[in-house]
């Protein structure tokens, strides 16, 4: 129904973006690339779009390429916090931790610090991670036990 109705009417950004996120959940990257161009040329300020055409790309293993897209969803919506998050992860990806975590609120800071910390501990940097989860604990108001379980995993994991 997707393909049809952009068949029928090419200026429909919505179906684009429906058949990108069909291609990528296929592995269809060829269709996804066809699907995100089209959906962004229609709708170049659609910010769930750039993010996600970066989601599109993080899942194909390259977070490098995937930043621009999620800098490209903040541009056209600083506060969608799914693109915030997204473009801290794949920053984290890249092992660029430091600015993983540049401008994180207060509020935000101990569940960002968890999160850049598994993708540290994923990429190898344990020395890394056990720090950062260390921090997420501080920084947290109150007993944050998933960062507490996420570290001693990552120390049973380390022997």
Known sequence: PLRRSTDLDPALWRSWNGLGIIADARGDWAAADVAWDAALALAPNQANLHNNKGLSLMQRGQPADAVPAFEAA????????????????????????????????????????????????????????????????????????????????LGSTAR
């Open 74 to 153: 903040l541009r056209a919506d600083s506060t969608l916090a799914t693109a915030i998050n997204n473009r801290r992860i794949a920053l984290a990806m890249t092992g660029q931790y430091d600015a993983a975590l540049s401008g994180v609120s207060e509020r935000d800071l101990p569940a960002a610090l968890n999160n850049v910390a598994v993708v540290a501990g994923r990429r190898g940097d344990r020395a890394v991670a056990d720090r950062l989860f260390a921090a997420a604990i501080t920084a947290s108001p109150r007993y944050y036990e998933l960062a507490v379980r996420n570290r001693e995993t």
